[in-house]
């Protein structure tokens, strides 16, 4: 420890620290965690009388230290819809089950219940960061500020009047980017909520539209979140619409560039990678929402092949249908071996990465977050290892990808604050959260039948 | 209740009952079960003075009753081995890592340790039966009794001596048949344990091995467990070798009827489908293990038109990471929709059979257990609610295979016995299983340095 007289908020002894700096492997015994002002300011290997040096200290000598996990892609409200209309084709799903529902029930309330659903999973499950798309983002930052969690919330664009607009009496044009400016006004400096543009899919957003996403996030800095090239029906709608494939059309409208992050990036061909790649434009990988709406996998490991920045994410709730990051860093790399026929196309440490320090990178948050190192926030969660299914334990990595759960996860902090201690939340309260949950249960079933 | 005068030895009220009688989803609200000698006496709506005709009674009104999970193919003992060597090739993995390991550790007291650790793993993720291959099975079979668990335990046949035949000075020929014999008689007549034959693999038993495993198997009544076509190599390997595929020449040896249950049968044509289903024989998909190992996905589903019966398993935890039937749930019906670029391939009802009452068909246990009736075995478990990723509740089926992941089991009771209970084990001890694992962890360790 460089000196004896510093003294930390918070400290903490990890058992195993995996800090997963410069998106290594490492991993070291026994180790001490100093936080100060809500970053990394100490880590050094534990010593007994550190402990008397901080304000506030948490004893994880049998706990396996590591970063906050990054979920970059959700709907986190949608967990309101989890197992509501499961095992249909995928424009069914969404055009005929969700989003009649949508139009008909998603209010301000409907998201803020959603998402603190959502954030006591998240949290539950050892996410720190989230990078969200939906309707009432101002409700969804909101919550995700009250319970302590970092997020990207992005606003999001469509060819249609959506359901928050329809109850603001947002005009679309030019109602929405003033809307949008006000929110990103309000959140200009907030030390874990930033704003984005979410335009929702190349099928659902015309060119004129697209032009305008370019031109708002050009002005405003923010950056811009959508799914691409989801589903092999997208592809040929796009051929047949505008004589050009998906990603094509994006780049012919300027839209890719390092803050362009891209959710799915299935269909896609050799020049749709090139232009990616040369853009410096992000890939975000949802393995579990994929397989199980039947879409396909994504080249993954080529894209990383290639350079692309690679984040991890789950989808909403509706289509995975958990937002365990685990189940995605285990199911994600076991995809990539069936899709390479390789079984060293991506292996648990690449995983971790993506959930973690590339992760980070990928939506511009690296200088931030991603790894545990001093100076950058506090963002880290423990895991116990005192269940049978993580024994023995000869690789810390391999354990985390393919054994570990979710629920095993212990401590989660973020921005230096505990959210989760011993499995128990500390800025949410379940039960009251069930309660609007079952009544909101109540409505969708009735508006459904 | 058809009598008031009636004891129970145990009682169950279930605030959600999936009894999965004749495979159908149908889920009932609060009922009652009544368990009298280890079988399923009553099954009733609840009321409030049925707990006072029973010995025990397990008041489960929050959480859903199950039947007992059947994992339908592993090799308990190696979960010693998992997450030890990971992200290699099949062939490299197996032949280079695991078997030097195995031929120099695997003793009777390896196999001990690694099932007991197992049998936490599997009743902790409520699994009440398992179907077992490994070396020393005559120690697998003591130790998984003593847990108070079902099993079908198979002694390995393979073309070099093994371990335990090492260590117990038996002569291959006719040794391994008069052991087998020994082994089969111990456990005649059993409540829960079984015994069966198992030839490795096509690709390291030949011809005159295959011809005993079907002489033993038809003199004894016994079934036959073996792994079939987990690999492109393999089925290559099979047309150099013997001039035709896998499963062809396994008809040939006339080994194919419905006491065969082939593990993985990824690699396989129509004719072999077709051999297949005539015979009756078996399937057991291994989702999550074809996966990691990039084997491929099994035609599960073609099986399934075919008429072939299929269980599930995890396969062992050197290659899965874990035993959660759970997770094999999930991955195995989602794995379906991809490989059938179809999202109705395979449902979430469709996973809960292969884990309940398909699978006790496929394994020649359909008369004793796989749902929840009177008359059958008493084999259940429950699931707590009360976690924010299985909220809202709109489908029992849906949450259970794609949300729940393993740990949120409650009670697991096998043969009317509790094995389980608010997720403690009542049969075995962790402390000193996981001392007993971290021994042979160190041993391991050693010896491939």
Known sequence: ????????????????????????????????????????????????????????????????????????????????????EDDLPFKE????????IEAELVDAHFVKVGTRLSALE???????????????????????????????????FIDFVMPDEKHLGVNPIPGRA???????????GHSRIQTALAPHAPYTCGDDLLKQ???????????????????????????????????????????LNENFFAAHMIHVDTEEARLFANSGARVIYNPDSNLKLGSGIAPISEFRKSKILVALGTDGAAS?????????MDLGTKLQKLSNQNNTAMVALDALNLATYEGAQALG??????SIEVGKCADLISVRMDYPH???????????????????VDTVICDGKILLQKGQHQTLSSETIYQDVEKIRNQIKKTSN
Chains 1, 2 share one sequence.
């Open 1 to 84: 420890m460089q000196s004896n007289l510093v003294r930390f908020d918070l400290g903490i002894r990890a058992g195993l620290l995996l800090p997963m700096k410069n998106g290594t492997g490492e991993v070291r015994n026994q180790f001490f965690i100093g936080i100060k002002d809500h970053y990394i300011a100490e880590i050094t290997p534990f010593r007994e009388h550190y402990a008397l040096s901080c304000d506030h200290f948490l004893d994880l000598q049998d706990q396996i230290v590591l970063p906050g996990l990054i979920n970059a892609h959700t709907h986190l409200a949608m967990s309101l819809l989890r197992g509501f």
């Open 93 to 100: 799903w969404l055009f005929d089950r969700i989003f009649p």
């Open 122 to 156: 998240c949290i539950r499950f050892g996410t720190t960061t989230v990078n969200d798309m939906y309707f009432f983002p101002e409700s969804t930052a909101e919550v995700l500020d009250q319970a302590g969690m970092r997020a990207i919330i992005s606003q999001p």
């Open 178 to 188: 003033i809307r949008f400016k006000n929110f990103h006004q309000k959140y200009a």
């Open 213 to 255: 996403i370019v031109e708002l996030s050009r002005e405003l800095k923010v950056p811009v979140h959508m799914h691409v090239s989801e589903t092999k029906g997208e592809v040929e709608e796009s051929l047949k619409k505008y004589g050009k494939r998906p990603v094509k059309r994006l780049h012919d409208l300027g839209i």
């Open 320 to 328: 995975n249908n958990d937002l365990s990051m685990f189940g995605a």
């Open 365 to 370: 948050l690296g200088s931030k977050i991603g």
């Open 390 to 408: 993580v024994k023995p334990l000869y690789s810390v990595l391999s354990q985390l990808v393919y054994a570990y759960q979710g629920l095993e």
